[in-house]
């Protein structure tokens, strides 16, 4: 035994040996040099032709190696070798010769072949480059980077073809397969070609293919291609076969000369998006337990796609509780779907579910994420509230100069109003469902909360936790750039920057010279061209989501020599010879040396000749970029600056310029590259068309108009939004078919630069929708900035903090900062939040104290703020930006220089540079100045929108959006003689400021500002003030401040100066007068709000803000505030009201008193013909006697009086021909039909048709069917009510009907019976009080009694026009006459000065109770229907009824007999119907002990079939989990069984080896357990 023991131990030892050593060999010997790579091919290959490259190896690696086949333009072959690398192409395939193969496959190597029997692969390449060229075979261990790799260089010839010249076509950039053209899917990526020999052939059409990485599938084709390709964002998208070929693709483009194909080849990297796992609600929520539970992954995102587009093909969704862990429904893969609902039943009450959802991306399984959320379950109602990303937020991811979109959402709301609250850093901001705001902090957390409220109370919240993006960093990162010296336009500068990292890969270079974008580049082989006197070139660093750093590196550029620019011929000389060939720059695809080159000429010239040589160039090229867009742009403006002064040939070339311009515009649209133009490194590309566009619009309303008839059409089509490319070109013909020279070209260069700066705006209109361009048109939106800023302050400095939206700057003083911050530490945190809302329609536009707020805080570790802080030792001071120099909320950053000096000044949007605090728009605090652009004499024509003189743009009515309803607040006055004292007045709120400015003075006057009770001499206090307006004075301004918490009278005296000197007495002339003199009030307030204060009572305050005591001109207002909370300020002009002071003022006009006089009494007469002949309701009766139809009946007759009326609402008449049905005491119908002609109806609105009726059938109560015909033109009419009154019983049966009858048949029923005299209220106390107040409403309406249609009333009966007429007039007149006693009368001399008769609340009170019962006393207040004893047939004849009573009838009187007869009769009635009662009772009491038995057994069965249900469900729930399970189960061995077939055949004798150690080991165990058995 012992022996057989030793015996199994020592062969094991031996097989551990054999498999170390072999090991060891493996280790030892190179990889590389076991495989013995070779490659062969013929030492000429044929051009455009497919020929053999064969690659050999002697044997397979045992680890992975990667094999690299590949000239400098060519990837002929990418692969891996190895077990798992072996369906790879190009295949290899075994060869017992490899000579003899390569002699089949008509291969004459240069070089001896080593090995006779190995692998081989047949690669088939087509070879586009000419001449000779390196074949370059490279293979590396990538598991092993110790091991060297190997490279085999093979130098080829490829032969020209049999033709005269063949075109060279080459790729810029994307040529190399080693590096390839990154491109971002998020993005178009512009690809160019050019040709290096283009064999005089003309414009190159090409067809660029897309195929995989070994050019053997074909992706898609793009035809009809210029030598400039756009890869649109997201298109290149396509799955790829092997990881080593991921987002690897061939770009080729091919063409056709002399039937002889030219291709080139360019590589291109897809740079994919990430995904992004959202589960609706955030990380935690609530989930109430007795609904079904929602769990939403809809939100999650694949950024490689669009929006729009499924994301994901599956959604893998866990779930695993601590709480409930024997939950058989909480459990890994439970669903593959997006959305889904789990029954309430499944989750227990106070447990808590992890759920957790993966994603993947559909083109590449190892791009993932993960997200959790855990729920709670809650008996209390929870809504389900979610924050969906809209922009700026991807991956909970911001850029701090872009603006974050925020979409609030609630997911089980249905259809019930949802009130929104969103709060930034914990402060409150806006209630709508959007937010889109700024976040500018200095930590990288940025917290946004969404509260979601019900009506009924129930709410929900969700928290995001936005991070701030990091721009590409390093170390030791910098940039340089070679040569660090050269010429204007001619020398290329390599920038090259190294050493940024970032997570975001590709990192992307964007160099500018000043303002302008040179160029982009991924790499340090960038060309860049400069201008003159450039000293620095700014680069910003991006990532691929364009969150940029900003670096720069010096350089020297001296200016072009020789150039000659005085005539055009010398022109055209100098660019088109060598080394300044523009058209050989084209041709070859420089394009950045093209324009810089065109950009230096630009600048030089002098006259529209040159111009015109420098334009005709720019036929060579179409470029599509967003940097030349940028390019062209600053070249139009420097024609613009060159060419001064504008006539109309230059305006001609002006406009062929922007042509060129809107032509590269087009194609930036067509190829979905212009929404990158906000972004940062674009923002001045945006900046410069807006410039060209203000400047071409400013020469375009100088430029004389073309005839009235093109102007006539241009304008309405422009205005009807019917302008286009169609119409223009009609418009051209038009005036090509002229005969006047001077009126055709005229109107031709009017047109085309009309035009082509239409064509500008239009594509501008993203740069409006974010606030680079100003709209007409635009609604500002809400938005919110976010600003916090933490550090040690500095005791002895001020601090200053701009808003990102640039609608605040606040200032901190070292005494605020030290009353604010703890005692025990100089560590502070600042938080600035800024909100634009917009308010409600009733909100006044010229004061609006909410709509603009600003919010600061100081605190030190935690913001825990409340309340307002009082500050008691200092103040906050900010300033705010307001009317029309508000900037665009969604502004983004901007890229360039401080503005630069030049001789026209002619920028129009300027940026202060390429800093990561500047924006794209110039300060709001910069004055603004004319373009500098000077016109030639000619016919200056003034459009539509032109403003008046006497006003600037500061002080417009036109401009200017805080006028508000004030539409002309400018007041002009005079002063004829040295004694006369102009005065005027306003009201001025507490604690706000106005400002007087002044903007014409012919004269020298003397000012009085006075706040406080009016004096009673004006005279002495004008004397000695010492305020003065110089003579000539076009901007002299004055300010005045109510320090007082209550609203006071302010008061502006005016005289001339020197008037004091001349008698009173007198009425001295004023020297070269009269005076003339025009001013404006402005009104400032600064409020603050009372959180202080319960929260129902809390209110806009402005108690501890005042306005600071200054005038700022250019839309600023200054506020100082004594406490810290949050604040808002309002600028708006009000008018001056003026107070007569001379009594030459004061004219008697009797002209004008007889106007009065003749327009009221013709109003008096047209009154009294309404009353006269209109006031008449239409009426008809109709008797009808039935009673003999019935003669051999007993029952007596009775009279019944029907009355059916219309209602007064337009159209409430009908033409219809109208049947009424009765239901008569034998269950029988009797009915009657009023006949009406279509065209001259009976039944009209407001009319009333009275039918009597003799009858022994009808009886009261009963009921009614309406029905008509639908005849004539208005069928469908509205019925009010129907009466029916019984004359013998004296019953009245009403039914209320107020609505339309648009069906055939209506069918009335009513248990409303009065008797007479009975009093019943018929409508709630709302619906009487909507009555009541609806009529006198209608009462008091002037205008529609007059001149309108009857009032339209839902509930009360229309009045005419004459008795609504009369009661107005009435009313007005008793309301005059109270208010006039109250008020007391006037004197002469109090017509003359202010009266100090202030209207208060409690008079308004007492006016309106004194007019409310005078105005009443005569109305009758109907609420109800009132029933009394008449004469029935007397009332058949009134026509004018007004009330809704019922219709009375006073019948004879019944005797004794026939009263007691009557009683015996019902006496009898009511016992047979009582027996019928008692046995119908019975019968019903039978059938309810039925009803009640088989209630409890539906209830029973009810609970059985429903948990027979939830078994059911349950069932399901298992069988999905065990399908899931075995789908599962078939896709993981799928893989496993295709592996098997593919494994490789083992040798025979290690097989033996095997079976023979295995077969010892079970002897040996079997020898093992024999032994220890025994």
Same mark, same amino acid.
């Given at each position: 035994?012992?022996?057989?023991?030793?015996?199994?131990?020592?062969?094991? %030892?031996?097989?551990?040996?054999? #498999?170390?050593?072999?090991?060891?060999?493996?280790?030892?010997?190179?990889?590389?040099?076991?495989?013995?790579?070779?490659?062969?091919?013929?030492?000429?290959?044929?051009?455009?032709?497919?020929?053999?490259?064969?690659?050999?190896?002697?044997?397979?690696?045992?680890?992975?190696?990667?094999?690299?086949?590949?000239?400098?333009?060519?990837?002929?072959?990418?692969?891996?070798?190895?077990?798992?690398?072996?369906?790879?192409?190009?295949?290899?395939?075994?060869?017992?010769?490899?000579?003899?193969t390569l002699e089949r496959l008509n291969i004459n190597p240069s070089i001896s072949v080593t090995y006779i029997i190995g692998y081989f692969a047949n690669v088939r390449a087509t070879f586009w480059d000419r001449d000779y060229t390196i074949l370059r075979?490279?293979?590396?261990?990538?598991?092993?980077?110790?091991?060297?790799?190997?490279?085999?260089?093979?130098?080829?010839?490829?032969?020209?073809?049999?033709?005269?010249?063949?075109?060279?076509?080459?790729?810029?950039?994307?040529?190399?397969?080693?590096?390839?053209?990154?491109?971002?899917?998020?993005?178009?990526?512009?690809?160019?070609?050019?040709?290096?020999?283009?064999?005089?052939?003309?414009?190159?059409?090409?067809?660029?293919?897309?195929?995989?990485?070994?050019?053997? +599938?074909?992706?898609?084709?793009?035809?009809?291609?210029?030598?400039?390709?756009?890869?649109?964002?997201?298109?290149?998208?396509?799955?790829?076969?092997?990881?080593?070929?991921?987002?690897?693709?061939?770009?080729?483009?091919?063409?056709?000369?002399?039937?002889?194909?030219?291709?080139?080849?360019?590589?291109?990297?897809?740079?994919?998006?990430?995904?992004?796992?959202?589960?609706?609600?955030?990380?935690?929520?609530?989930?109430?337990?007795?609904?079904?539970?929602?769990?939403?992954?809809?939100?999650?995102?694949?950024?490689?796609?669009?929006?729009?587009?499924?994301?994901?093909?599956?959604?893998?969704?866990?779930?695993?509780?601590?709480?409930?862990?024997?939950?058989?429904?909480?459990?890994?893969?439970?669903?593959?779907?997006?959305?889904?609902?789990?029954?309430?039943?499944?989750?227990?009450?106070?447990?808590?579910?992890?759920?957790?959802?993966?994603?993947?991306?559909?083109?590449?399984?190892?791009?993932?994420?993960?997200?959790?959320?855990?729920?709670?379950?809650?008996?209390?109602?929870?809504?389900?509230?979610?924050?969906?990303?809209?922009?700026?937020?991807?991956?909970?991811?911001?850029?701090?100069?872009?603006?974050?979109?925020?979409?609030?959402?609630?997911?089980?709301?249905?259809?019930?109003?949802?009130?929104?609250?969103?709060?930034?850093?914990?402060?409150?901001?806006?209630?709508?469902?959007?937010?889109?705001?700024?976040?500018?902090?200095?930590?990288?957390?940025?917290?946004?909360?969404?509260?979601?409220?019900?009506?009924?109370?129930?709410?929900?919240?969700?928290?995001?936790?936005?991070?701030?993006?990091?721009?590409?960093?390093?170390?030791?990162?910098?940039?340089?750039?070679?040569?660090?010296?050269?010429?204007?336009?001619?020398?290329?500068?390599?920038?090259?920057?190294?050493?940024?990292?970032?997570?975001?890969?590709?990192?992307?270079?964007?160099?500018?010279?000043?303002?302008?974008?040179?160029?982009?580049?991924?790499?340090?082989?960038?060309?860049?061209?400069?201008?003159?006197?450039?000293?620095?070139?700014?680069?910003?660093?991006?990532?691929?989501?364009?969150?940029?750093?900003?670096?720069?590196?010096? =350089?020297?550029?001296?200016?072009?020599?020789?150039?000659?620019?005085?005539?055009?011929? +010398?022109?055209?000389?100098?660019?088109?010879?060598?080394?300044?060939?523009?058209?050989?720059?084209?041709?070859?695809?420089?394009?950045?040396?093209?324009?810089?080159?065109?950009?230096?000429?630009?600048?030089?010239?002098?006259?529209?000749?040159?111009?015109?040589?420098?334009?005709?160039?720019?036929?060579?090229?179409?470029?599509?970029?967003?940097?030349?867009?940028?390019?062209?742009?600053?070249?139009?403006?420097?024609?613009?600056?060159?060419?001064?002064?504008?006539?109309?040939?230059?305006?001609?070339?002006?406009?062929?310029?922007?042509?060129?311009?809107?032509?590269?515009?087009?194609? =930036?649209?067509?190829?979905?590259?212009?929404?990158?133009?906000?972004?940062?490194?674009?923002?001045?590309?945006?900046?410069?068309?807006?410039?060209?566009?203000?400047?071409?619009?400013?020469?375009?309303?100088?430029?004389?108009?073309?005839?009235?008839?093109?102007?006539?059409?241009?304008?309405?089509?422009?205005?009807?939004?019917?302008?286009?490319?169609?119409?223009?070109?009609?418009?051209?013909?038009?005036?090509?078919?002229?005969?006047?020279?001077?009126?055709?070209?005229?109107?031709?260069?009017?047109?085309?630069?009309?035009?082509?700066?239409?064509?500008?705006?239009?594509?501008?209109?993203?740069?409006?929708?974010?606030?680079?361009?100003?709209?007409?048109?635009?609604?500002?939106?809400?938005?919110?900035?976010?600003?916090?800023?933490?550090?040690?302050?500095?005791?002895?400095?001020?601090?200053?903090?701009?808003?990102?939206?640039?609608?605040?700057?606040?200032?901190?003083?070292?005494?605020?900062?030290?009353?604010?911050?703890?005692?025990?530490?100089?560590?502070?945190?600042?938080?600035?939040?800024?909100?634009?809302?917009?308010?409600?329609?009733?909100?006044?536009?010229?004061?609006?104290?909410?709509?603009?707020?600003?919010?600061?805080?100081?605190?030190?570790?935690?913001?825990?703020?409340?309340?307002?802080?009082?500050?008691?030792?200092?103040?906050?001071?900010?300033?705010?930006?307001?009317?029309?120099?508000?900037?665009?909320?969604?502004?983004?950053?901007?890229?360039?220089?401080?503005?630069?000096?030049?001789?026209?000044?002619?920028?129009?949007?300027?940026?202060?540079?390429?800093?990561?605090?500047?924006?794209?728009?110039?300060?709001?605090?910069?004055?603004?100045?004319?373009?500098?652009?000077?016109?030639?004499?000619?016919?200056?024509?003034?459009?539509?929108?032109?403003?008046?003189?006497?006003?600037?743009?500061?002080?417009?009515?036109?401009?200017?959006?805080? @006028?508000?309803?004030?539409?002309?607040?400018?007041?002009?006055?005079?002063?004829?003689?040295?004694?006369?004292?102009?005065?005027?007045?306003?009201?001025?709120?507490?604690?706000?400021?106005?400002?007087?400015?002044?903007?014409?003075?012919?004269?020298?006057?003397?000012?009085?500002?006075?706040?406080?009770?009016?004096?009673?001499?004006?005279?002495?206090?004008?004397?000695?003030?010492?305020?003065?307006?110089?003579?000539?004075?076009?901007?002299?301004?004055?300010?005045?401040?109510?320090?007082?918490?209550?609203?006071?009278? %302010?008061?502006?005296?005016?005289?001339?100066?020197? @008037?004091?000197?001349?008698?009173?007495?007198?009425?001295?002339?004023?020297?070269?007068?009269? /005076?003339?003199?025009?001013?404006?009030?402005?009104?400032?307030?600064?409020?603050?709000?009372?959180?202080?204060?319960?929260?129902?009572?809390?209110?806009?305050?402005?108690?501890?803000?005042?306005?600071?005591?200054?005038?700022?001109?250019?839309?600023?207002?200054?506020?100082?505030?004594?406490?810290?909370?949050?604040?808002?300020?309002? #600028?708006?002009?009000?008018?001056?009201?003026?107070?007569?002071?001379?009594?030459?003022?004061?004219?008697?006009?009797?002209?004008?008193?007889?106007?009065?006089?003749?327009?009221?009494?013709?109003?008096?007469?047209?009154?009294?013909?309404?009353?006269?002949?209109?006031?008449?309701?239409?009426?008809?009766?109709?008797?009808?006697?039935?009673?003999?139809?019935?003669?051999?009946?007993?029952?007596?007759?009775?009279?019944?009086?029907?009355?059916?009326?219309?209602?007064?609402?337009?159209?409430?008449?009908?033409?219809?021909?109208?049947?009424?049905?009765?239901?008569?005491?034998?269950?029988?119908?009797?009915?009657?039909?009023?006949?009406?002609?279509?065209?001259?109806?009976?039944?009209?609105?407001?009319?009333?048709?009275?039918?009597?009726?003799?009858?022994?059938?009808?009886?009261?109560?009963?009921?009614?069917?309406?029905?008509?015909?639908?005849?004539?033109?208005?069928?469908?009419?509205?019925?009010?009510?129907?009466?029916?009154?019984?004359?013998?019983?004296?019953?009245?049966?009403?039914?209320?009907?107020?609505?339309?009858?648009?069906?055939?048949?209506?069918?009335?029923?009513?248990?409303?019976?009065?008797?007479?005299?009975?009093?019943?209220?018929?409508?709630?106390?709302?619906?009487?009080?909507?009555?009541?107040?609806?009529?006198?409403?209608?009462?008091?309406?002037?205008?529609?009694?007059?001149?309108?249609?009857?009032?339209?009333?839902?509930?009360?009966?229309?009045?005419?026009? /004459?008795?609504?007429?009369?009661?107005f007039v009435s009313k007005m007149l008793v309301t005059y006459t109270i208010v006039a006693c109250l008020l007391g009368h006037s004197t002469r001399h109090s017509a003359y000065q202010d009266r100090k008769i202030h209207i208060k609340f409690k008079d308004?009170?007492?006016?309106?109770?004194?007019?409310?019962?005078?105005?009443?006393?005569?109305?009758?207040?109907?609420?109800?229907?009132?029933?009394?004893?008449?004469?029935?047939?007397?009332?058949?004849?009134?026509?004018? +009824?007004?009330?809704?009573?019922?219709?009375?009838?006073?019948?004879?009187?019944?005797?004794?007999?026939?009263?007691?007869?009557?009683?015996?009769?019902w006496t009898l009635e009511f016992e047979e119907q009582e027996k019928v009662f008692t046995e119908q009772a019975t019968q019903i009491n039978a059938w309810d002990k039925l009803l009640i038995g088989n209630n409890q057994k539906i209830i029973e069965l009810?609970?059985?079939?429903?948990?027979?249900?939830?078994?059911?469900?349950?069932?399901?729930?298992?069988?999905?989990?065990?399908?899931?399970?075995?789908?599962?189960?078939?896709?993981?061995?799928?893989?496993?069984?295709?592996?098997?077939?593919?494994?490789?055949?083992?040798?025979?004798?290690?097989?033996?080896?095997?079976?023979?150690?295995?077969?010892?080991?079970?002897?040996?165990?079997?020898?093992?357990?024999?032994?220890?058995?025994?």
């Amino acid at each position: 035994m012992w022996h057989q023991l030793w015996r199994t131990l020592m062969l094991l %030892a031996i097989i551990l040996m054999f #498999v170390k050593s072999d090991k060891d060999e493996g280790d030892k010997f190179n990889d590389l040099d076991l495989a013995d790579m070779k490659v062969y091919t013929n030492e000429v290959v044929p051009y455009g032709e497919k020929t053999s490259v064969v690659i050999t190896i002697q044997r397979f690696p045992r680890r992975k190696i990667k094999l690299r086949l590949s000239t400098e333009t060519y990837l002929l072959a990418y692969r891996e070798l190895g077990t798992n690398g072996l369906d790879m192409p190009p295949r290899f395939r075994r060869s017992r010769n490899i000579s003899n193969t390569l002699e089949r496959l008509n291969i004459n190597p240069s070089i001896s072949v080593t090995y006779i029997i190995g692998y081989f692969a047949n690669v088939r390449a087509t070879f586009w480059d000419r001449d000779y060229t390196i074949l370059r075979l490279e293979g590396s261990v990538p598991s092993m980077p110790s091991i060297e790799p190997i490279f085999i260089e093979v130098r080829i010839k490829v032969a020209s073809p049999n033709v005269d010249c063949v075109p060279v076509l080459k790729m810029s950039g994307c040529q190399n397969p080693q590096t390839p053209q990154k491109v971002v899917l998020l993005r178009s990526t512009i690809l160019r070609a050019h040709f290096e020999e283009k064999c005089g052939m003309g414009n190159a059409v090409l067809t660029w293919n897309l195929f995989n990485l070994d050019e053997s +599938k074909l992706l898609t084709t793009f035809s009809n291609e210029r030598l400039i390709f756009v890869l649109k964002r997201y298109s290149l998208r396509y799955s790829t076969e092997h990881e080593l070929w991921r987002n690897l693709y061939v770009l080729r483009p091919e063409g056709y000369f002399h039937s002889t194909k030219f291709a080139a080849r360019c590589y291109v990297e897809a740079i994919t998006g990430k995904v992004e796992a959202v589960i609706a609600g955030g990380a935690t929520r609530n989930a109430i337990i007795s609904r079904h539970l929602l769990m939403d992954g809809s939100f999650s995102r694949d950024y490689s796609k669009t929006r729009n587009v499924k994301q994901f093909e599956s959604y893998q969704w866990d779930c695993v509780s601590q709480d409930d862990y024997r939950n058989p429904f909480c459990r890994s893969n439970m669903f593959k779907v997006s959305t889904f609902r789990m029954h309430k039943n499944f989750f227990k009450l106070h447990c808590q579910y992890e759920f957790t959802l993966s994603v993947k991306s559909d083109d590449n399984p190892k791009v993932k994420s993960e997200t959790k959320q855990l729920v709670t379950m809650v008996k209390y109602e929870v809504l389900h509230v979610a924050i969906v990303c809209l922009e700026n937020c991807a991956n909970y991811q911001y850029n701090p100069l872009n603006k974050v979109q925020l979409l609030g959402k609630c997911l089980d709301c249905g259809q019930q109003q949802v009130i929104y609250s969103w709060h930034v850093g914990g402060q409150y901001t806006l209630s709508k469902k959007n937010l889109t705001m700024h976040i500018s902090t200095q930590g990288t957390i940025a917290k946004i909360q969404l509260s979601i409220r019900l009506k009924d109370g129930t709410s929900g919240h969700q928290v995001m936790l936005l991070t701030k993006r990091v721009p590409p960093t390093g170390t030791d990162a910098r940039c340089t750039v070679e040569p660090q010296v050269g010429i204007e336009a001619t020398t290329p500068f390599y920038v090259c920057c190294k050493k940024f990292e970032t997570k975001h890969e590709p990192i992307e270079y964007f160099f500018y010279a000043g303002r302008e974008l040179l160029t982009r580049c991924y790499r340090c082989d960038c060309k860049a061209y400069l201008p003159v006197n450039l000293k620095t070139i700014r680069v910003l660093i991006c990532d691929n989501l364009l969150t940029c750093g900003e670096s720069s590196v010096d =350089v020297t550029v001296t200016p072009l020599a020789n150039v000659t620019v005085d005539k055009a011929d +010398k022109v055209s000389d100098f660019i088109s010879t060598d080394p300044n060939n523009i058209v050989e720059m084209a041709n070859h695809g420089r394009l950045n040396r093209f324009f810089q080159f065109m950009q230096s000429m630009a600048t030089r010239i002098k006259d529209v000749d040159s111009g015109t040589v420098l334009m005709n160039a720019f036929k060579y090229v179409h470029p599509t970029s967003l940097a030349n867009l940028g390019k062209m742009a600053n070249f139009t403006r420097t024609f613009g600056i060159q060419l001064t002064p504008i006539d109309t040939n230059e305006q001609n070339l002006l406009t062929a310029s922007l042509t060129k311009l809107n032509e590269i515009f087009d194609a =930036v649209y067509k190829n979905q590259i212009h929404q990158e133009m906000i972004e940062q490194p674009y923002v001045n590309v945006t900046v410069a068309c807006v410039t060209v566009y203000d400047m071409m619009d400013r020469l375009n309303k100088k430029m004389p108009r073309p005839p009235q008839s093109i102007f006539d059409e241009y304008r309405h089509a422009l205005d009807k939004n019917k302008l286009d490319q169609n119409l223009v070109n009609q418009l051209t013909k038009e005036i090509a078919s002229y005969d006047n020279e001077e009126a055709k070209n005229r109107s031709m260069s009017w047109l085309n630069a009309m035009w082509q700066t239409e064509r500008l705006y239009r594509f501008l209109e993203m740069a409006r929708k974010h606030g680079f361009q100003p709209d007409p048109n635009e609604i500002v939106a809400e938005a919110v900035s976010l600003e916090i800023q933490c550090f040690d302050i500095d005791p002895e400095k001020h601090y200053t903090i701009k808003t990102s939206d640039r609608m605040h700057i606040v200032y901190f003083s070292p005494e605020l900062l030290k009353e604010a911050k703890p005692s025990f530490t100089n560590y502070i945190c600042l938080k600035v939040v800024s909100t634009i809302r917009e308010l409600n329609w009733w909100y006044p536009e010229e004061k609006q104290p909410s709509s603009v707020l600003l919010s600061v805080r100081i605190y030190f570790f935690e913001d825990t703020f409340e309340v307002e802080q009082h500050l008691y030792h200092s103040e906050i001071r900010f300033k705010t930006i307001v009317g029309k120099y508000k900037p665009a909320v969604e502004r983004p950053e901007s890229t360039g220089e401080a503005r630069e000096s030049s001789k026209m000044e002619m920028l129009l949007l300027e940026e202060e540079g390429m800093h990561n605090k500047s924006r794209a728009a110039r300060s709001t605090e910069e004055d603004e100045e004319d373009d500098g652009l000077i016109f030639a004499g000619g016919n200056n024509v003034i459009g539509r929108d032109k403003r008046p003189d006497n006003l600037d743009d500061d002080e417009d009515e036109y401009a200017i959006s805080d @006028a508000g309803r004030y539409i002309n607040c400018l007041e002009i006055d005079t002063l004829e003689y040295m004694q006369w004292i102009r005065l005027y007045r306003i009201n001025l709120e507490g604690h706000a400021m106005v400002t007087v400015r002044f903007k014409e003075s012919t004269h020298e006057l003397q000012v009085l500002l006075f706040i406080g009770e009016t004096p009673k001499e004006w005279k002495p206090l004008v004397n000695k003030s010492k305020c003065f307006v110089p003579a000539r004075s076009g901007n002299k301004t004055m300010v005045i401040r109510n320090n007082c918490n209550e609203h006071k009278r %302010a008061y502006m005296a005016i005289q001339i100066n020197g @008037a004091a000197e001349h008698s009173d007495h007198m009425n001295t002339p004023v020297k070269d007068g009269p /005076a003339v003199f025009s001013f404006v009030f402005q009104e400032r307030s600064c409020d603050y709000w009372t959180y202080s204060l319960p929260k129902e009572s809390q209110h806009w305050s402005h108690g501890h803000c005042l306005p600071v005591l200054e005038y700022q001109k250019k839309g600023t207002i200054h506020c100082s505030c004594t406490l810290l909370g949050t604040y808002t300020s309002y #600028v708006y002009h009000i008018p001056a009201i003026v107070i007569p002071l001379q009594n030459e003022h004061v004219h008697f006009n009797f002209v004008l008193l007889a106007s009065y006089l003749v327009i009221f009494a013709l109003i008096f007469g047209y009154l009294l013909l309404l009353v006269i002949y209109c006031n008449k309701r239409p009426s008809k009766t109709v008797v009808c006697d039935m009673s003999a139809m019935d003669y051999e009946t007993t029952r007596d007759v009775h009279d019944l009086l029907i009355f059916l009326k219309t209602g007064g609402r337009i159209n409430a008449q009908t033409t219809a021909t109208v049947r009424l049905i009765f239901q008569t005491t034998q269950r029988a119908e009797l009915q009657f039909t009023i006949m009406q002609d279509p065209a001259k109806p009976q039944l009209t609105r407001n009319s009333t048709y009275v039918l009597l009726v003799r009858t022994r059938d009808i009886r009261i109560p009963t009921r009614i069917a309406v029905a008509h015909n639908n005849a004539g033109r208005y069928p469908s009419w509205y019925l009010r009510r129907i009466e029916i009154l019984d004359v013998q019983k004296q019953l009245t049966q009403i039914f209320i009907v107020n609505r339309w009858v648009r069906q055939k048949f209506l069918i009335l029923s009513s248990s409303m019976v009065l008797k007479s005299g009975e009093y019943r209220i018929v409508e709630k106390w709302r619906e009487r009080f909507i009555n009541e107040f609806e009529r006198l409403w209608i009462n008091w309406g002037f205008w529609h009694p007059l001149t309108g249609t009857w009032r339209d009333s839902k509930n009360y009966m229309s009045l005419s026009r /004459a008795q609504r007429s009369c009661v107005f007039v009435s009313k007005m007149l008793v309301t005059y006459t109270i208010v006039a006693c109250l008020l007391g009368h006037s004197t002469r001399h109090s017509a003359y000065q202010d009266r100090k008769i202030h209207i208060k609340f409690k008079d308004l009170g007492e006016m309106f109770m004194y007019c409310a019962i005078a105005t009443n006393l005569r109305t009758r207040n109907i609420v109800g229907i009132t029933v009394d004893p008449g004469s029935a047939f007397a009332n058949l004849s009134t026509s004018t +009824k007004t009330t809704d009573s019922s219709a009375l009838a006073n019948a004879s009187q019944l005797t004794y007999n026939q009263l007691e007869e009557h009683i015996n009769k019902w006496t009898l009635e009511f016992e047979e119907q009582e027996k019928v009662f008692t046995e119908q009772a019975t019968q019903i009491n039978a059938w309810d002990k039925l009803l009640i038995g088989n209630n409890q057994k539906i209830i029973e069965l009810n609970d059985a079939v429903q948990k027979v249900k939830n078994d059911q469900q349950v069932l399901d729930q298992e069988l999905e989990f065990i399908a899931t399970q075995h789908k599962e189960l078939e896709e993981s061995l799928a893989p496993l069984e295709k592996e098997f077939i593919n494994l490789p055949r083992v040798d025979q004798e290690r097989s033996q080896t095997y079976l023979m150690v295995e077969n010892e080991i079970y002897h040996f165990g079997k020898f093992i357990i024999l032994n220890c058995a025994n």
